[in-house]
């Protein structure tokens, strides 16, 4: 098993930057690719950025391209998202997630990742 924590979540002003964390514990062996998602009120979880072990594959959703950053320490076991620029539609709850079946295929779909931390909120006034 695989446990996740986030953290770094809070309130921003728009045009404003945010980094949140995810710290995993536990069968950290199993960390392969990682990845972020979020959650508005009211609507489907989506992908945000993911990366994969080597740190040197990176996805990211086309709505945050250019402005967040995916990054992992794996010394740490712990993945961060920069979010810079952040826009009024970026407010959600941040879930971090892994992926354990693929080491250098980034998925896209929340169904593809076995391990999920239960959210930080991020909100972004305007």
């Known amino acids: 098993q695989v446990q996740l924590l986030e953290s770094g979540g809070g309130l921003v002003q728009a045009g404003g930057s945010l980094r949140v964390s995810c710290a995993a514990s536990?069968?950290?062996?199993?960390?392969?690719?990682m990845g972020w998602f979020r959650q508005a009120p009211g609507k489907e979880r989506e992908f945000v950025a993911a990366?994969?072990?080597?740190?040197?594959?990176?996805l990211y959703a086309d709505s945050v391209k250019g402005r967040f950053t995916i990054s992992r320490d794996n010394t740490k076991n712990t993945m961060y998202l920069q979010m810079n620029s952040l826009k009024y539609e970026d407010t959600a709850v941040y879930y971090c997630?892994?992926?354990?079946?693929?080491?250098?295929?980034?998925?896209?779909?929340?169904?593809?990742?076995?391990?999920w931390g239960q959210g930080t909120q991020v909100t972004v006034s305007t």
């Open positions: 997630a892994v992926d354990r079946t693929h080491s250098s295929v980034l998925l896209t779909t929340s169904s593809d990742y076995e391990y």
């Open positions: 536990g069968r950290t062996s199993a960390l392969s690719v």
């Open positions: 990366i994969g072990w080597s740190r040197s594959i990176t």
